[in-house]
Nanobody
């Protein structure tokens, strides 16, 4: 069974930094895209950043220049370095991975990690 386990969420002051990590485990043939979404209270879950198996990245406009996504294909991990944090970055951050475990790819999610940025 595939599992995604996130870590790194915390309370930080505005202007500070955090690094989120997500480890994928279980039986799989290949990991395609990996990335992070976030969901603030009362709002929909939005894409923050994505990275393909080849290393191409894409970011939400709101985090460009402040957040950096990276992955380690040997360890099946994806990280999100968050700098210059703002109160509006406060949300639950969810890791996801598009995996091939059988005939067709499926998307799996982590349980979420809370990031709170105080002003």
């Amino acid at each position: 069974q595939v599992q995604l386990v996130e870590s790194g969420g915390d309370l930080v002051q505005a202007g500070g930094s955090l690094r989120l990590s997500c480890a994928v485990s279980g039986s799989m043939l290949r990991i395609n895209a990996m990335g992070w979404f976030r969901q603030a209270p009362g709002k929909q879950r939005d894409l923050v950043a994505v990275i393909t198996s080849g290393g191409s990245t894409n970011y939400a406009d709101s985090v460009k220049g402040r957040f950096t996504i990276s992955r380690d294909n040997t360890k099946n991990t994806v990280d999100l370095q968050m700098d210059s944090l703002k109160p509006e970055d406060t949300a639950v951050y969810y890791c996801y991975a598009n995996l091939l475990t059988g005939a067709t790819p499926e998307t799996y999610w982590g349980q979420g990690t809370q990031v709170t940025v105080s002003s």
